[in-house]
């Protein structure tokens, strides 16, 4: 077993650290290219992983590739069926990743989403939020790494992975899922709209009744039972209206 030393964590590219004296580093295409240790072969081999959807991991010295690692993710059909549905509501969906531009678009052509951008640090993505916020006014950020928190905190809203997720996402993020579920982001944007419309019709219920009260009362045809209706009868049709939304939740 060997130690590692001055181990150092390289923000959207991998890690380096020190072992028996010599820097080793551990991480994706674009930490190659900066060492300039990519060489013609090597290039061909990462784009025939990128190219089936993989994500290329380089074991490397300062000079000299020693290894590559080829991982891929496992598309969830629970994650599948949720894009969908935000999809069947409006939603424009778009995904964000560090990982290369060719399994951005492997996994986006899978799951149905034609906006995929990789090779994105924290200041890229920071930067697509920015332009999506200006193209469609709202936008909803999921993450779950230190690399998402800047965007997360950008975005309209932010949702954290709960289970999964680092605690700087948590902290930075405004709603964290605590299942890691997916399909609850079609939940939440159904509850919040409902939660709209009744905000906005309870509203309009209480200072209807009450302009209407005034009318009557500046008429001199307003009653003591009108003003308790005025009163309290609009506070109890607030309530019960707004108690409909208990059964979104079940």
Not at 25 to 51: M, V
Not at 173 to 184: E, I, N, P, S, Y
Not at 193 to 210: C, D, E, M, S, Y
Not at 219 to 235: E, N
Request: proline fraction near 2%; glycine fraction near 10%.
């Amino acid at each position: 077993m060997f130690e590692v030393a001055s181990f150092e964590a390289l923000t959207g590219r991998g890690v380096k650290g020190v072992v028996n004296g010599e820097i080793y580093y551990l991480g994706n295409h674009r930490l190659i290219h900066e060492l300039g240790a990519c060489s013609a072969e090597l290039e061909g081999k990462l784009d025939a992983f990128e190219k089936e959807g993989k994500t290329a991991v380089v074991v490397s010295t300062a000079t000299t590739p020693l290894m590559v690692l080829a991982v891929a993710d496992t598309i969830r059909e629970s994650s599948t069926a949720a894009i969908r549905e935000l999809q069947s509501m409006g939603v424009e969906v778009v995904i964000l990743t560090g990982d290369n531009p060719h399994s951005a678009k492997a996994i986006g052509t899978k799951i149905g989403i034609s906006d995929a951008r990789g090779n994105m640090l924290p200041d890229d993505k920071l930067a697509a939020i920015t332009e999506l916020e200006a193209k469609y006014g709202s936008v909803g950020m999921v993450g779950d790494g230190i690399n998402d928190a800047p965007a997360l905190a950008k975005a309209t809203v932010g949702f954290a992975m709960g289970a999964a997720g680092t605690d700087t996402a948590i902290e930075t993020a405004d709603v964290a899922l605590m299942d890691d579920d997916l399909g609850k982001l079609a939940d939440f944007l159904t509850l919040s709209r409902k939660t709209r419309t009744v905000l906005i019709q309870n509203i309009t219920l209480a200072l209807g009744i009450k302009a209407i009260f005034l009318v009557l009362a500046l008429t001199g045809q307003a009653t003591l039972w009108m003003a308790v209706f005025a009163d309290m009868g609009a506070s109890l049709l607030v309530v019960f209206n707004g108690l409909r939304l208990v059964r979104a939740l079940r």
